[in-house]
């Protein structure tokens, strides 16, 4: 029950963020567009962006100092693997005009007939992708 709880509030706080990036900047929270605009040429609107990412990178620090728990997480040591994967990640938010949180997040709720086929796509990739890895069909 705690997970969900967790998860229950982190979700309504992403939602509340990125409602209040729209309607204060009439921007959408997408995380790769927010985070490639930090890369030269770097547009005027770098000071919220850059105090975006530093949230996004803050927030479980915060989480982990304020309750005194780790956030359990993964992650593979294979370089060739994590750099393919990063490779295909950003090949896909730029084939795809945006992210899981732009399409996903952002929209979905604004009826966005493009952000529902990505999201479509994205979840049925990331389906595929678990029961290969967990059936271990992978290799």
Known sequence: MHDFVLATI???LIGLAATLLM???GKVMGV??????????IESEWG??????LGVVAAPVAFTAATQSSIPFTV??????LIAAGLIVGAGTVIGSGCTSGHGVCGLPRLSPRSF????????????T??????????
């Open 10 to 12: 982190g979700g309504a």
């Open 23 to 25: 309607a204060a900047h």
């Open 32 to 41: 790769s567009g927010i985070v490639s605009r930090l890369t030269p040429p």
């Open 48 to 53: 919220w962006r850059l105090s975006f990412v």
């Open 76 to 81: 593979t040591n294979n370089m060739p693997l």
């Open 117 to 128: 086929v990505a999201t479509a796509i994205f979840m049925g990739v990331a389906m595929v």
């Open 130 to 139: 678990v029961f290969v890895v967990r059936h271990g069909l992978g290799g």
